[in-house]
């Protein structure tokens, strides 16, 4: 039957994209190799983002690929992972990030019998060697990573598709809804067996873009998920933590460039009044930890490095976090946490949950992104739980009060951690109950 309207206008911007992304492969391998030159790819499995493998696929038996962007959407993915691990056990199960610092992370929390690769890029070789080796027979996508190749590769398969945590950023909603791309959403969103949006919002904007009804089901958030995970090594941690046993102290996690000058311009006020005060700052990049304690340094400000373990001497006040995946355990020697990447237009928040299962008073800005409904949710359940702040002088404000009563600070704590356990039960097993229905049942 041939399609109509904007399905038959979507397939022709496809067949567009698909040109184009043919034509433009040769610039695309050149710039793996000048990311990998930067440190941006790994230097030896960077060929898996050109579809070539790194290990074997099973020989026989049915295939679930899970693919996630980044660190925040492998997180999320990890417990559903694990679920149909303990359900599933006759399925092999493939995941994919693209960024190296998911790799490096996530490589050690998978389950063994996980089988973990770089994703391709969306060129028509790329997905085409990688969809023809692994043979998936179910893909799960986590949150909004809608490449046009690797969805109409999959359908053209007869491989089922699901969306999960699926979200579409202000942005990306009004991106996809112009004339010329929103045919080709058409076109792609119907090819979804499943949609799992993470609130009736992000439902009606699927909907917009034309994603059947009946595709849709809710499931709950994921990244209100901690995940449990033992670590290898925590003696470090340990120490630090007694190290910070007499001491008054408050973090600041995921710091976008710029907010460092809020976090610090705190930091100097509060130490006036509390000269026992130590502040956690923990930088979304790595890179950013090591600048930030260089520019201290060369004021002459005494400051001890995660990566160095260096001990918290007489006259330093600021530790900079400049390791990756160690933000949950941090968040247990805080009594505070202040969320960034929210302080500025343009920033979109990062996840608040973590540092509620830890038990911390949670602070953050107000530029929160798609994660406003996680910080609506969790202040509609206890408005105690979540502390909304515009900028220095507020947060300064806030924190002063914190660090002066403790029962407020105590209140503000059970406050978050209540609101994370009620809105976190049965999220995992809700979600491999529409996955298992509306996808794996389907098909073996």
């Not at 898996?48 to 962007?69: I, K, N």
Request: hydrophobic share 45%; aromatic share 8%; charged share 20%.
């Amino acid at each position: 039957m041939a399609m109509t309207g904007p399905m038959a206008k979507g397939e022709i911007v496809y067949r567009i994209y698909r040109a184009l992304t043919y034509g433009l492969s040769p610039l695309l391998h050149l710039h793996l190799h000048w990311r990998k030159l930067r440190g941006l790819e790994h230097p030896i499995r960077w060929r898996e983002r050109l579809g070539r493998p790194s290990l074997r696929r099973p020989s026989s038996g049915p295939l679930l690929w899970f693919h996630a962007v980044s660190l925040g959407e492998g997180m999320a993915a990890i417990p559903v992972i694990k679920f149909c691990s303990q359900w599933r056990p006759d399925v092999h199960i493939l995941m994919t990030t693209t960024t190296v610092s998911a790799f490096e992370v996530l490589k050690d929390r998978l389950p063994a019998n996980v089988i973990y690769q770089f994703a391709p890029i969306d060129t028509p070789a790329a997905m085409d060697a990688f969809l023809g080796y692994w043979k998936p027979n179910w893909i799960v996508i986590m949150e909004s990573e809608l490449w046009p190749n690797l969805i109409i590769g999959a359908s053209k398969c007869g491989i089922s598709l699901a969306l999960l945590n699926a979200r579409l950023s202000a942005k990306s909603f009004r991106h996809w809804s112009r004339p010329v791309l929103f045919p080709l959403m058409c076109l792609l969103l119907p090819k979804f067996s499943l949609i799992a949006p993470l609130s009736s919002v992000q439902a009606i904007h699927f909907q917009l873009l034309q994603a059947p009804p009946f595709s849709i089901k809710f499931s709950g958030d994921l990244k209100y998920v901690v995940d449990e995970y033992e670590q290898k090594d925590t003696r470090h941690i340990e120490y630090l933590q007694k190290q910070l046993s007499q001491k008054q102290v408050w973090m600041a996690a995921s710091i976008h460039r710029g907010e460092e000058e809020i976090i610090l311009g705190v930091h100097n006020v509060l130490v006036q009044t509390h000269p026992d005060i130590v502040t956690i700052i923990v930088p979304r990049h790595p890179q950013h930890g090591q600048e930030i304690a260089e520019e201290l340094q060369k004021g002459g400000q005494n400051v001890a490095l995660r990566s160095q373990h260096k001990e918290l001497i007489p006259g330093t006040s600021i530790y900079l976090v400049d390791t990756l995946g160690e933000l949950r355990q941090l968040y247990k020697l805080t009594p505070i946490a202040v969320i960034g990447g929210s302080f500025f237009p343009g920033l979109a928040g990062h996840n608040i949950s973590e540092a509620a299962a830890a038990g911390c008073a949670v602070l953050t800005g107000h530029h929160v992104g798609h994660f406003s409904h996680m910080v609506r949710e969790m202040q509609q359940y206890n408005s105690l739980s979540v502390i909304q702040v515009s900028g220095k002088l507020e947060l300064e404000k806030v924190l002063m009060e914190l660090f002066a009563d403790a029962k407020i600070l105590e209140s503000r704590q059970k406050a978050a951690k209540e609101a994370f356990h009620a809105l976190s039960s049965a999220v995992v097993s809700n979600a491999w109950d529409v996955l298992n229905f509306h996808l794996l049942r389907n098909k073996c």
